[in-house]
């Protein structure tokens, strides 16, 4: 396995190759970033996988300072799970002039649930993205179903603007407990950690809710909202939608058994988690 840390030595290492799988990650890796690798590496193509904190789609107040940088271990866990090439830039060889071109996702999709809360996220991660597919060139990319607005955002940026890359799904994986994996689940105190598969238990009653089509979807989020503030949590959205284009679903729609999704995002003391459950 290469690391690589220039965009010139990542193109003459890949000079010649097809078929190539990339995983863009922001590093500091876990068990679900692996299960993506080893998705992409049983394609059969080369496997790249990015490691970049991408400064353009935290805000201000977020945590792009202290997200860990961990590039040795990650480099480690890559090499075990079947990774050929990492793809290590630094911020002066990504955007080594303010990035002022950037991809701009439409707004019924990308300023709703984590739009709304993390105002520009979408587009930092589209621009970053479109940018890393253009350095890589790969035939397919692999995105984690737990980013799923992000997800579904790739997924309309890859059509729209007929990339040659096909944007592939990998499941979440989650904890025994059901936490879904995260990178920030490593800011959570003895007790948070303890508390956080609420969020998951809370998407699960209100999906079952949801089917049912007889209650409200508003009733029902906001009672999910609450629930979760009982136990000291601070949610900023727990939203039934349609799995197609994230909009709310009709009443018919649910009871129809239309593919929806739930999301949630919540705080739990400073730590934001967000998670989802396909039904
Ligand atoms: O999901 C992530 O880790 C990031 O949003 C991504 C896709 C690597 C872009 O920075």
Redesign the pocket.
Known sequence: MQIIHTIAELRAALAGQHGTTCV???GNLHEGHLALVRQAAALGGPVVATI?V?RL?FLPHEDFDRYPRTLARDAELLRGAGCDIVFAPDEAELYPEPQAYKVAPPAALADILEGEFRPGFFTG?CT??LKLLQIVQPAQAV?GRK?YQ?LKVLEGMARQLALPTRVVAGDTVRAADGLALSSRNGYLGEAERAEAPALAHALATLAAAARDGSQPLPALEAEACAALRARGWAPDYLSVRRRSDLLPPGDDERRAGAPLVALAAARLGATRLIDNLEF
């Open positions: 863009p990650t922001m970049f991408n789609q991660v970053v993205v995105f980013d992000q």
